[in-house]
């Protein structure tokens, strides 16, 4: 949940990337980080693995200005994909306002898109919490990959597995290139400081 | 778990920070909320810790140790502190919901900080309780 500082009139604000392990979370965060370095005044918080893979989180935190008087301050949060991580998934969720789930495009990672979006409801319901309910945008990353000869999802597809019920907008994507990378977190920001205002402002 | 502070509140938490912790020495302390919120902050303007950052960090690390000890069987580890040769953190849950976070040097013994962070949070336990909603 959203903190609001009355005293300090400042809003934290948790939006968590959610996906399967390898399908672009943390690039997109690199390449946020790349591209408003100069706004984001702290560095960006990385726990890792030797393999370069995300262990625990990543966290960036930054300042998008005022709304109502208050100082709204975004922390930005990826959880590791991996099945085995299923406890820092379930940690990092916790109080969060908005999600991005990162699906990967690729063909062969269909079933996992499929897993994680089952294992996001999951754990948001050991907060009480609905995906239905909650501010949600569906990236669908690597579309850079249609224009190379390598199997990939079609959006139809996408659709069908993983939003035919939730209705979310989606965002086609590509977290390498920074191909709407920046839309996708306008979207989510924008869903989640709405509903913020609507419960607590 | 979903909590409401008014101005009353957080002045009184800033006030127990101060006169309980942050005048016998320590460099900077902080309290926040499981989800890695900061509820208030007091440091000694030398330090330019990202408290943000080291917030976020803090409540994680303590998830992680907080689910070792159920796997391990116990209800929780109560003590948690790392040391450093500068700077040590010293992390104290209040009630269920909120951590103490408390950096401090070499000038004072872990056995005097933990005194004082516990009278701090049990000040600070009365405060909060009526504040949370579920």
Do not use: W
Request: glycine residues 6%; proline residues 2%.
């Amino acid at each position: 949940m959203a903190f609001v500082n009355l005293k300090k009139k400042e809003v934290q604000t948790k939006i968590v990337y959610y996906g399967p392990g390898r399908g672009g979370k943390t690039t997109n965060l690199e390449y946020i980080y790349d591209k408003y370095n100069h706004r984001i005044k702290t560095e960006m918080v990385t726990i890792k693995t030797d393999e370069d893979r995300t262990l625990f989180f990543d966290f960036l935190p930054f300042d998008i200005g005022k709304i109502k008087g208050y100082d709204i301050k975004i922390q930005l949060y990826t959880v590791p994909g991996q099945v085995k991580y299923n406890a820092t998934r379930k940690l990092v969720l916790r109080g969060v306002d908005g999600i991005v789930f990162v699906a990967d495009s690729l063909a062969v990672r269909r079933d996992e898109n499929i897993l994680s979006l089952k294992n996001l409801q999951e754990n948001l319901g050991s907060y009480k919490k609905s995906i239905f309910n909650i501010p949600l945008v569906l990236q669908y990353n690597k579309r850079d990959l249609l224009e190379q000869s390598i199997p990939v999802l079609s959006l139809e597809r996408l659709e069908k597995d993983l939003n035919a019920r939730l209705k979310a907008p989606f965002i086609e994507a590509s977290a390498l290139t920074g191909s709407n990378v920046a839309e996708t977190l306008k979207k989510i920001v924008s869903m989640t400081l709405t509903s913020i205002e609507n419960t607590l402002l | 778990m979903s909590y409401s502070l008014d101005q009353e509140h957080l002045d009184s938490i800033e006030q127990i920070l101060l006169q309980d912790l942050f005048d016998i020495g320590i460099h900077c302390v902080f309290l926040i909320d499981m989800a890695g919120n900061v509820i208030a902050s007091v440091d000694n303007g030398d330090i330019k810790h990202d408290i943000y950052s080291l917030a976020a960090l803090a409540a994680g690390n303590f998830g992680a140790v907080n689910t070792m000890a159920t796997m391990v069987g116990e209800d929780e580890f109560s003590l948690l502190f790392h040391k450093g040769q500068k700077e040590n953190i010293h992390f104290s849950k209040v009630l269920g919901d909120f951590l103490l976070i408390t950096i401090f040097g070499k000038e004072i013994s872990l056995g005097y900080l933990r005194l004082k962070v516990g009278e701090a949070a049990e000040k600070m336990k009365h405060l909060l309780e009526p504040c949370i909603a579920s």
